[in-house]
């Protein structure tokens, strides 16, 4: 079991926590342009992350996430800014920090860290040793912000989590990590969300938790939920799910999720063993506040089914083709969590 720390102490002493909702989404809607960098926002726009933060900390927040998802050196040098990792990671770590000092409860922040953006050894270039070395570079940089925990996030590779996973154990911050179960109900790199559990609890003190963000829709994550809950029915798990399905009208994405919807996933989420909840992306405040509403007045439940989950919340989307329909595209050009 993890040593304590302030994540595990506010689980214990809550039972279930709700985790934030989409940061890429809400910075779009501030004037974010495809293709910039949010985390160069941490020095430019400090006052736009400062309310992504706030809005949800008023929205009902037990943990926000700073804006440091493509911190690393591989992803901002994309933007020819992979000399200020340590910088903008401490920025980013400091403005969530300032928010959840100011809330009137405690509030957890947990320093994003997204995959790198390369394959490691033997299908890429990437060494597992560089890998660790491009983590450790920024959860030094989210610990000196004020960071509390390493929210390991979005990620394909089994490898990567632990080169993840290790950096945070060398840097002395307790850890949590989640898959992105994207891929006919696998990550990209085909782990299975019963798998999940080990892939790194032999690293440091092992996982605070584990579980599952974005992929596709919100029944596809409680469905690799049943998964993980059912393999390990004593683990603290993570469910951080888009706002319904992903559509296209025009060229823009549009999630279909409703705030009724989102309650009634989170209501599920609970109901099948989840102990932190929270949205990916297209969650906005107004969908995190009723989720805030739906786990406040829970009343427990049987463990859903996958047939309850889909009457409740609609079709699966991403498991293999005999058993759903295909997955329209999203957002994976930029693999960020929006």
Known sequence: MPQSNPLSDLLAAR?????????????????LEAGEAPELWNEAKPENITKLHQDFVDAGADIILTNSFGGTRQRLKLHKAEDRVHEL???????????????PRKVITAGSVGPTGELLIPL??????????????????????GAEVAWIETMSSPDEIRAAAEAATKVGLPYVYTGSFDTAGK????????????VAKDIGEGPVAVGANCGVGASDILSSLLDMTGA??????????????PEFRG??????????????????????????????????????AAM????????????????????????????SANEAPPAPARERGSRRRS
Do not use: W
């Open 251 to 288: 060229s823009e994405i549009h999630y279909s999720g409703t705030p009724p919807l989102m309650a009634d996933y989170a209501r599920l989420a609970r109901d099948a063993g989840a102990s932190i909840i929270g949205g990916c992306c297209g969650t906005s405040c107004e969908h995190l």
């Open 15 to 31: 039972g279930v926590l709700l985790a934030d909702g989409a940061t890429g989404t809400s910075l779009f809607a501030m004037g």
């Open 124 to 145: 890429g270039a990437m060494s597992y040793e560089d890998a660790v070395a491009a983590f450790v570079e920024q959860i030094e940089g989210l610990k000196a912000g």
């Open 292 to 319: 805030r509403g739906a786990l406040d007045n829970y009343e427990a439940g049987t463990r859903p089914t996958l047939d309850v989950i889909i009457e409740r919340i609609g079709p699966l989307r991403n498991k």
């Open 89 to 103: 990671n401490r920025r980013a770590a400091e403005i969530a920090r300032a928010v959840a000092d100011n809330a």
């Open 187 to 198: 990550t990209m790199m085909g782990l299975h969300p019963k798998d999940i559990h080990g």
């Open 232 to 245: 390990d029915p004593d683990a603290i798990v993570v469910v951080k799910g888009n706002c319904g399905i």
